[in-house]
Nanobody
Framework: QEPLVESGGGLVQAGGSLRLSCTAS????????MGWFRQAPGKEREFVAG????????YYGESVKGRFTISRDNAKKTVSLQMNMLKPEDTAVYYC????????????????WGQGTQVTVSS
């Protein structure tokens, strides 16, 4: 099991910003494609952003494009999600995930998941 620990969630007003971080341990972090997913109450978990292990390519869900930025620091074994211009509809539990392949969007390819961190955006 690859431990993934998220941090940085909290309560913020609409229009504000938060930065989520996810730290991994175990095998070299550069081996993993990393992703962020979220799940709002009563909804299915959805893809938010991902960064590929091979070329560092980044991918975003349509609803967050232009507002969220994913980045990684392999030396620190950390992937971050900078969230700007937050909206109430961004309220959800955010999960960090890791997989050893190159798939990014499909949550079924992810091997490891964090426990999640709550993000609440008030209107």
């Amino acid at each position: 099991q690859e431990p993934l620990v998220e941090s940085g969630g909290g309560l913020v007003q609409a229009g504000g910003s938060l930065r989520l971080s996810c730290t991994a341990s175990g095998r070299p972090f550069s081996s993993y494609t990393m992703g962020w997913f979220r799940q709002a109450p009563g909804k299915e978990r959805e893809f938010v952003a991902g960064i590929r292990r091979t070329d560092g390519g980044t991918y975003y869900g349509e609803s967050v494009k232009g507002r969220f930025t994913i980045s990684r620091d392999n030396a620190k074994k950390t992937v971050s999600l900078q969230m700007n211009m937050l909206k109430p509809e961004d309220t959800a539990v955010y999960y960090c995930a890791a997989n050893l392949g190159s798939g990014v969007v499909d949550q079924r390819v992810y091997d490891y998941w964090g426990q999640g961190t709550q993000v609440t955006v008030s209107s």
